[in-house]
Every structure is written in C-alpha cells, then in structure tokens.
C-alpha cells in the first residue's frame, strides 16, 4: 500500500500570500489529520477530518482551514501568512477510532 | 483540556543500554488512548507503541515496553539494549474518543556508539 503523501515537499512563500497544501492518505483510510510542527511549540493539532467532514478543531485561527473531497484527499489552506506560520505541516491518516495515524514527510513551509 | 508533558527535552544514552522516557498527561476522561511516536531525523513519524486505557497489562513491542501507571496519569517508554537507529524525536500523546490527538513536546533521545 502506498503510503501517506503530501504536496509541495518545501514551499517558500511572503507574508500576506496564501498557500494550499495537499494530503493524500492512505487508500481506505477515511480521517485525515493536520499538525503543524514548530521547534519550540512542539506538534499541534490543527483540525481532523473524516468523510468529508471537519470533526475536530484545534487552537489556531480562522486563516487555517481545510477540507475533505470525497475521495479522502485534504487539503489546508493558509490565508494572510504570517512570518510565525513558517513550520513543518504534517498530515495523518488513519481508520478512525483512535487507531494508529500513519503520517506522511510534510510540507515545509517557509514564508519569508 | 487534556494536556501531555515530557519533562526531558533531550537525552543521550551509550549503545546497548537501557532508557527510559518519561510522559505524564492530564484528562477526565476514563477511556483513552496514549501513544508513544518516534520522529528519526528528517524521516517520517512512525507508530511505536500504543496503550488502551482500559487494559491493565503494558504494551510491549520488541525493545520497546511502557510503563502505564494510570491512577498516577504516567505512561514512560522503556528502550531496552538501544541501538544507532533509536536516535530520534520521541512524542507521546494522548488521544480520546473523538480521535483528536494531543501530542507532547518531544524528548531528543541521542543513542551514542
């Protein structure tokens, strides 16, 4: 089974423009999970969605959003970026019911 | 809120030895899940271990064994006879029913030759 993807591996971008990440999980895997990485905020949940359907939410602002086509595949959208937005953004797949999240390489954002 | 600590931001043990990670979290809830990730440098995340609440026995995989000790809100990570490929970012998190998954800052373990 081909594992997690995601797309763009790096990205470089300048405060105000918006960007656009892409996830594909795992085939039969229905919750797609999004976390942003920092050196010094450590791994923090974004949102969580599955069937289509945003069921989670973390702390982060209105800017972070997300969504869920029917096949599975997410994307997560960054508006207005900020310098502070410049992270490692990792996507989890997973089955649901807190099974094990497979996650894929990331995307390395950096906003300029 | 449900909350995870790692209170050792980074180790460094000699191959072969023995170490252990510490995790505490916090919840209300009586039936969750822990887990305990490994990050190897700039590879992908991977699964190492994980916990049900309501079983009482310790997880185990290989080397890697926990600690769960839930009256306490403790779940520490034991690698046993460590090797080279150990080295990595160590998470531990903490997920309930609704999936959502809280991590905690991680532990830099560094296993020298």
């Known amino acids: 089974k081909a594992g997690v993807t995601q797309t763009p591996r790096y990205l470089i971008k300048t405060r105000g423009q918006q960007v656009t990440l892409s996830c594909s999980p795992i085939?039969?895997?229905?919750?797609v999970s999004w976390y942003q990485q920092t050196p010094g905020q450590g791994l923090q949940f974004l949102f969580e969605?599955?069937?289509?359907?945003?069921?989670n939410k973390g702390n982060f602002p209105g800017r972070f959003s997300g969504r869920q086509f029917s096949n599975s595949r997410s994307e997560m959208n960054v508006s207005t970026l900020e310098l502070g937005d410049s992270a490692l953004y990792l996507c989890?797949?997973?089955?649901?019911?807190?099974?094990?999240?497979?996650f894929g390489p990331g995307t390395r954002l950096t906003v300029l | 809120a449900q909350t995870v600590t790692q209170s050792q931001p980074e180790m460094s043990v000699q191959e072969a030895e023995t170490v252990t990670l510490s995790c505490t979290y916090d919840?209300?809830?009586?039936?969750?899940?822990l887990f305990w990730y490994k990050q190897p440098p700039s590879r992908q995340m991977i699964l190492v271990i994980r916990?049900?609440?309501?079983?009482?026995q310790n997880a185990t995989e290989n080397r890697f064994s926990v600690n769960f000790q839930k009256a306490a809100k403790s779940f520490s990570l034991k690698i046993s006879d460590s090797q080279l490929g150990d080295t990595a970012m160590y998470f531990c998190?903490?997920?309930?029913?609704?999936?959502?998954?809280?991590f905690g800052k991680g532990t830099r373990l560094h296993i020298l030759p």
């Open positions: 998190a903490f997920s309930d029913r609704d999936d959502k998954i809280i």
């Open positions: 085939s039969g895997h229905r919750s």
């Open positions: 989890a797949s997973s089955l649901g019911s807190s099974t094990e999240q497979f």
């Open positions: 969605y599955f069937s289509e359907t945003q069921r």
């Open positions: 919840t209300s809830e009586s039936n969750y899940y």
């Open positions: 916990q049900e609440a309501y079983k009482q």
